[in-house]
T-cell receptor, first 114, second 114 residues
Framework: AQSVTQLGSHVSVSEGALVLLRCNYS??????LFWYVQYPNQGLQLLLK??????LVKGINGFEAEFKKSETSFHLTKPSAHMSDAAEYFC????????????FGTGTQLKVEL | GAVVSQHPSRVICKSGTSVKIECRSL??????MFWYRQFPKQSLMLMAT?????????EQGVEKDKFLINHASLTLSTLTVTSAHPEDSSFYIC??????????FGQGTRLTVV
């Protein structure tokens, strides 16, 4: 079984400040890890993913995430927040054992203030 | 990235009627499609997984006779909410996966049953 925990259902940052959204996972096999962004009344857009190889993954819109196996974490960061980053962010895990299912965290609402 | 089109984006229907939601992969062949349900301010809950030409696999607690899924071709899956009731009101999102083993999401459908 696999699960995802996103600490903090709401995060508020000032424009230009560092964005840090936390994600911890549990999985019985090495996982694939994903971050998605959702704008109101829209579907999900993939920000980045980790499958194998380099543990620091760069995605779209200046976001990046680092897979830390020892901490079972995959936190999402962006050096400088922009107003357009305000959205809901979901961390997800999929096992590498041939399963197809994505398991999502409960999401983090990011608010960016002037 | 690949495009998944979901239609309609919004639908209001009367209690007792049925509603069909379409999910199309526009520029790739989707061997597997997923249907999710999202309640307000909550995460996505997987309802079912469908592979082209075979019956859908439903998650525990999802009524297969109420949520009919058809995956008739490699580019189209449909979800029909039968005899809809107000408690079926929700945001439904489809996801399609092709040969690259990456899932792409539709824009979602806001269903309101009155």
């Amino acid at each position: 079984a696999q699960s995802v925990t996103q600490l903090g259902s709401h995060v508020s940052v000032s424009e230009g400040a560092l964005v840090l959204l936390r994600c911890n996972y549990s999985s019985s096999v090495p996982p694939y890890l994903f971050w998605y962004v959702q704008y109101p009344n829209q579907g999900l857009q993939l920000l980045l993913k980790y499958t194998t190889g380099a543990t620091l993954v760069k995605g779209i819109n200046g976001f990046e995430a680092e897979f830390k196996k020892s901490e079972t974490s995959f936190h999402l960061t962006k050096p400088s927040a922009h107003m357009s980053d305000a959205a809901e962010y979901f961390c997800a895990v999929r096992d590498t054992g041939g399963g197809n299912k994505l398991t999502f965290g409960t999401g983090t609402q990011l608010k960016v203030e002037l | 990235g690949a495009v998944v089109s979901q239609h309609p984006s919004r639908v209001i229907c009367k209690s007792g009627t049925s509603v069909k939601i379409e999910c199309r992969s526009l520029d790739f062949q989707a061997t597997t499609m997923f249907w999710y349900r999202q309640f307000p301010k909550q995460s996505l809950m997987l309802m079912a997984t469908s592979n082209e030409g075979s019956k859908a696999t439903y998650e525990q607690g999802v009524e297969k006779d109420k949520f009919l899924i058809n995956h008739a071709s490699l580019t189209l899956s449909t979800l029909t909410v039968t005899s809809a009731h107000p408690e079926d009101s929700s945001f439904y999102i489809c996801s399609a996966r092709g040969g690259r083993n990456e899932a792409f999401f539709g824009q979602g459908t806001r269903l309101t049953v009155v």
